[in-house]
């Protein structure tokens, strides 16, 4: 069922660096959530986001808000990115694109379909600035992202499925919709 604003997200187990079987509300915990399905630890795109979020998680935390990211790679890859990075957020393994395929977050039908100017600009950070390499590929390499943002109770405040695989919010625009501001 495609999630859209009003909706309720139903409970499911879910996988994370740390643990194998995870009820979702507990990792919500009463708290305002940013829920984000990107490509898999590997791809570049979704790293140059993932550090990102990284970056400005701070600003997320103060304003109350969390945020959780729901990626296509094994638990495994995720654990030892963990352990290197120090992330301040969950991230859900999800290689069976289980709840992908639950929340219909869809893929584009051909690679040029996740192409776009704010896609292009990602990936030259990855390459230029941040000197990123590919991983390993997991999942459906077309895979495109989605955002939810949650209220504490699972409620859906807003919801966005992107159309590129640059589509996913900055942590500028977290902050403001955490604060009241949507989009």
């Known amino acids: 069922m495609a999630l ?16 194998e079987q995870v009820p979702f509300y507990t990792l919500l915990a009463g ?22 979020y990284k970056a400005g998680y701070g600003k997320i935390a103060q304003a109350g808000g969390q945020l959780i990211l729901v990626l296509q790679s094994v638990r495994q890859i995720l654990k030892e990115a963990q352990k290197e990075e120090a992330f301040p957020f969950v991230m859900i393994s999800d290689p069976e694109q ?20 704010s896609a292009a600009e990602k990936m030259r950070r990855a390459v230029e600035e941040l000197g990123l390499r590919p991983g390993v590929k997991e999942g459906n390499p077309c ?4 955002t939810f943002l949650l209220d504490g109770d699972g409620l859906v405040l807003w919801a966005h499925y992107g159309t ?3 589509d996913v919010p900055d942590v500028d625009t977290l902050v403001k919709m955490l604060n009241g501001g949507r989009q």
């Open 4 to 19: 859209k604003t009003g909706d309720i997200i139903d409970p499911f187990l879910c996988a994370t660096a740390e643990q």
């Open 98 to 117: 289980e709840l992908y395929r639950r929340y219909e977050v869809g893929a584009a039908e051909t690679m040029e379909g996740i192409g776009s100017p």
């Open 164 to 166: 590129d695989g640059g």
């Open 31 to 52: 708290k305002p959530t940013a829920l984000i399905f990107l490509r898999h630890y590997g791809c570049r795109l979704s790293r140059v986001d993932i550090l990102d």
């Open 143 to 146: 895979q495109l992202p989605a």
